[in-house]
């Protein structure tokens, strides 16, 4: 059993960045690969990106490509979402998910097992 808290969120204007923290509980955090998702308003839930059970690997939504990173610490439990050059259209409630190690990337959300209770990002223009 993983319990994942998301943290970071907030307001922010056009063209602003945020860092979104997600930690687990537990010590087998290491052999998860994890992932971000995104559900706007009257949206379904999407993909943002996903890491890999060691950071060896990282996958990107396109719309996200070079201004959203990932990565984690397994030492402390936490996978984070660096964002940048953040758009309007990037507001959002934000999940963490963990999914079985072999995961690669999945963008199918019914691939993750824990999900986090999700955390609001609002960019304002």
């Known amino acids: 059993q993983v319990h994942l808290v998301e943290s970071g969120g907030g307001l922010v204007q056009a063209g602003g960045s945020l860092r979104l923290s997600c930690t687990a509980s537990g010590r087998t955090f290491a052999t998860y690969a994890m992932g971000w998702f995104r559900q706007a308003p009257g949206k379904e839930r999407e993909f943002v990106t996903g890491?890999?059970?060691?950071?060896?690997?990282?996958y990107y939504a396109d719309s996200v490509k070079g201004r959203f990173t990932i990565s984690r610490d397994n030492a402390k439990n936490t996978v984070y979402l660096q964002m940048n050059s953040l758009k309007p259209e990037d507001t959002a409630v934000y999940h963490c998910?963990?999914?079985?190690?072999?995961?690669?990337?999945?963008?199918?959300?019914?691939?993750?097992?824990?999900w986090g209770q999700g955390t609001q990002v609002t960019v304002s223009s």
């Open positions: 890491i890999s059970w060691n950071g060896g690997r990282t």
């Open positions: 998910a963990a999914g079985p190690q072999y995961l690669r990337g999945s963008d199918q959300a019914q691939a993750y097992d824990y």
